[in-house]
Nanobody, 115 residues
Framework: QVHVVESGGGSVQAGGSLRLSCAAS????????TGWYRQAPGKQRELVAG???????NYADSVKGRFTISRDNAKNTVYLQMNSLNSDDTAVYYC?????????WGQGTQVTVSS
């Protein structure tokens, strides 16, 4: 059984920063690719950033230069550092982990950016 829990969301003013964490617990053998997604009200869920086992990263154009994804394999934790936040970043942020051949999603964490 694997549990995935996100944390670090909250409310921040435009221009501010937040750091999201995604921790996997339980029987975790090997986390392969990981990703952060977000879903704003009335919109589809979209990929924000991803990172492979080898550390190769990719980002949505809208967050390039502002967001940084990283991982700590020893802690089974993935992070998303978000800087220069704006109102378009307001959404529920979800973490997805690929462990072996199974995808696991967290419950989501709300990020609200006020202008």
């Amino acid at each position: 059984q694997v549990h995935v829990v996100e944390s670090g969301g909250g409310s921040v003013q435009a221009g501010g920063s937040l750091r999201l964490s995604c921790a996997a617990s339980g029987t975790v053998f090997r986390i392969r690719a990981t990703g952060w997604y977000r879903q704003a009200p009335g919109k589809q869920r979209e990929l924000v950033a991803g990172i492979t086992t080898g550390g190769v990263t990719n980002y949505a154009d809208s967050v390039k230069g502002r967001f940084t994804i990283s991982r700590d394999n020893a802690k089974n934790t993935v992070y998303l550092q978000m800087n220069s936040l704006n109102s378009d970043d307001t959404a529920v942020y979800y973490c997805k982990l690929l462990i072996s051949v199974t995808e696991y999603w967290g419950q989501g964490t709300q990020v609200t950016v006020s202008s």
